[in-house]
């Protein structure tokens, strides 16, 4: 009876430990990498799930290397043989390794030279460098047993790059951030890559080139700061820009997918916008208008044919400089603009300036004048309300 018992334990002690024999029609390894579909400098992370191949329950196995039973990484022109992917812990079953693309030979960035270095070396797990084109794939193939090969296949491609500014609007004193994704200019997936990029605005079209430098190791994401300038040049990461400004960031993307050619380049660009936190219609003050003569004396009883000058002192607000037009028109009685003038120029940081227009009333009656400040004549936003002043004129 003890003896019975005892094979019967042994036996399933046995069938618990066993290894289970692989079915060479239709075997258990599948082939994984962690993306479809891979930029020309991206790193390859493999993974290959077979317990078959877990030799020593209690250490670390390996596989790609034994013989007849290789692992061969490859494109249709390079390739990796024997390459060996090691078991991520004991008794797991489950092999992985890496490769890291070295794209060719090619200048991304217009200096004349190229920015890969392109080879194919190694023998594995997180040793192994491979050549490609821009177009095509890469395959992964494992000799799971004698005449059983398992392959595994995913497409190589450039991307067209983006580029955004982090908001719509900034305000005067903020910071700007400026974003690329190009996962094309991850040109070292171990490093921290950069790219550059040209910011401009409306009132400095040459701008400024600043480095944007990628977030982190092998995202593909690049960010800059930029700060505004209202009183001195464009200089560095400051760009000159006045509220209103519209602000422009380019890029300059020389990674291009099918049907563009190698050779192609594409400007990506991207707008915002600069604002002041000072609503526009509080950015100058405008005094009460007056008529005088020549010498700037008010005249309170005008009469007619008397050369009038209709005066007014207008004054920025702002620590900046502010462009303006100032525009006066005098109305008789019906309402029917008989006079219409304007002044363009531009205040300097809080300064006061005496504006004056000559009239010339030619018919007796009532008028009225009215004055306005706006940003210009072809951006009629208001720097200040409305002035107005009635006057008969004898």
Do not use: C
């Not at 401009?200 to 700060?227: C, H, M, P, R």
């Not at 009883?301 to 900046?320: A, D, F, K």
């Amino acid at each position: 009876m003890l003896l019975t018992t005892l094979s019967i334990f042994s036996f399933l002690l046995l069938s618990v430990f066993a290894e289970e024999i692989p079915d060479y029609f239709n075997p258990y390894a599948p082939i994984f990498t962690d993306k479809e579909i891979y930029t020309w400098t991206d790193k390859v992370y493999i993974t290959v799930v077979a317990p078959s191949w877990n030799a020593n329950r209690y250490g670390i196995d390996s596989i790609g290397t034994q013989d007849s039973h290789f692992i061969k990484i490859y494109t249709a022109a390079h390739s990796l043989e024997p390459y060996k992917l090691t078991e991520t812990e004991p008794n797991s079953g489950v092999f992985t390794g890496e490769v890291i693309l070295t794209g060719f030979l090619h200048d991304v960035d217009n200096d004349g030279k190229p920015d890969t270095n392109p080879r194919t070396v190694g023998n594995g797990p997180t040793n192994g460098f491979l050549e490609v084109d821009r177009d095509g794939g890469l395959t992964i193939s494992f000799e799971f047993a004698e005449g059983v090969v398992l392959t595994y296949s995913a497409l190589i491609s450039w991307n067209i790059g983006e580029i955004n500014f982090g908001k719509e609007i900034y305000l005067i004193g903020e910071f700007a951030q400026i974003i690329i994704i190009d996962p094309d200019m991850n040109l070292n997936p171990e490093a921290v890559d950069q790219v550059n990029v040209e910011i401009y605005s409306d009132s400095d079209i040459a701008g400024i080139l600043v480095n944007a430098i990628e977030t982190e190791e092998d995202s593909g994401l690049f960010k800059a700061s930029i700060s505004f300038t209202q009183n001195t040049v464009s200089s560095g990461n400051r760009i000159f820009a006045l509220p209103g400004d519209a602000i422009y960031g380019k890029y300059e993307d020389n990674t291009l997918p099918s049907p563009y050619s190698i050779q192609d380049d594409l400007d990506v660009k991207t707008e915002s916008r600069l604002e002041s936190d000072v609503p526009p219609i509080q950015r100058i003050s405008h005094e009460d208008i007056f008529v005088a003569d020549s010498f700037g004396v008010p005249i309170l009883e005008p009469t007619i044919n008397q050369q009038l000058q209709i005066v007014s002192m207008i004054r920025n607000n702002q620590n900046y400089f502010q462009s303006f037009a100032y525009i006066i028109q005098v109305k008789d009685h019906d309402g029917t603009v008989v006079s219409l003038s304007w002044i363009q120029g531009e205040l300097t940081s809080d300064q006061s300036l005496e504006l004056s227009q000559s009239w010339t009333p030619t018919v007796t009656g009532s008028y009225i004048i009215e004055t306005f400040v706006w940003n210009s004549l072809k951006d009629p936003i208001s720097l200040s309300p409305k002035s107005s002043l009635s006057y008969i004129i004898q």
